[in-house]
């Protein structure tokens, strides 16, 4: 059975980073690209971040583009999403994506992971 | 960036009937088009891939249709369980990033 576990989030000043954890299991990690999408609080669904199943590319949304960094380690299970530079509009439950055999669908979802920007 | 226009907003329906939800993409994106359901609280679940696929375990009820820019989620004989928002995803446009439509309230 496919599992994602994010974790990592919680309360950040502005101007503050947070390191975004996915555990992954159940499927072999290292085959498959992998995403995070997030969403905010009564809105709808924004991509994210996306990294191939090597890791060399790394591709981002505009919004995120120059303060957020996705990496992986192939040999843990697990994705990371290290968000700098964080604002109010960072504020959003993200989630981690596991993606399909041959496309970037969200094949399978962790339960999602807040990060509130605060004061 | 391709944009994805989903319509209606909102969809009221009875149980029993047929829902049809639709989404349109700003340039094609083939058939590499997903559907998502999500209920409140919860993650979202794959629907559809590949624009007709039925991803593992949704019920017959569930079918996509189109191609290149319009797209159609089906929902035939709705039942109480359905009601929750749904989304589109494109992920043909490379590089990422792939986008989302804004989505679709079922009320039912």
């Known amino acids: 059975e496919v599992q994602l576990v994010e974790s990592g989030g919680g309360l950040v000043q502005p101007g503050g980073s947070l390191r975004l954890s996915c555990a992954a299991s159940g499927f072999r990690f290292s085959d498959y690209a992998m995403t995070w999408v997030r969403q905010a609080p009564g809105k709808g669904l924004e991509w994210v971040s996306g990294i191939r199943y090597n890791g060399e590319d790394k591709y981002y949304a505009d919004s995120v583009k120059g303060r957020f960094i996705i990496s992986r380690d192939n040999s843990r299970n697990t994705v990371f999403l290290q968000m700098n530079s964080l604002t109010a509009d960072d504020t959003a439950v993200y989630y981690c994506t596991k993606t399909g055999s041959s496309g970037w669908w969200g094949d399978h979802w962790g339960q999602g992971t807040l990060v509130t920007v605060s004061s | 960036e391709i944009v994805m226009t989903q319509s209606p907003a909102t969809l009221s329906v009875s149980p029993g009937e047929r829902a049809t939800l639709s989404c349109r993409a700003s340039?094609?994106?083939?058939?590499?088009l997903a559907w998502y359901q999500q209920k409140p609280g919860q993650a979202p679940r794959l629907l559809i891939y590949a624009a007709s696929a039925r991803a593992t375990g949704v019920p017959a009820r569930f079918s996509g249709s189109g191609s290149g820019t319009e797209f159609t989620l089906t929902i035939s004989s709705l039942q109480s369980e359905d009601c929750a928002v749904y989304y589109c995803?494109?992920?043909?446009?490379?590089?990422?990033?792939?986008?989302f439509g804004q989505g679709t309230k079922l009320e039912i």
């Open positions: 340039q094609s994106v083939g058939s590499n």
């Open positions: 995803h494109q992920y043909d446009h490379w590089p990422p990033p792939h986008t």
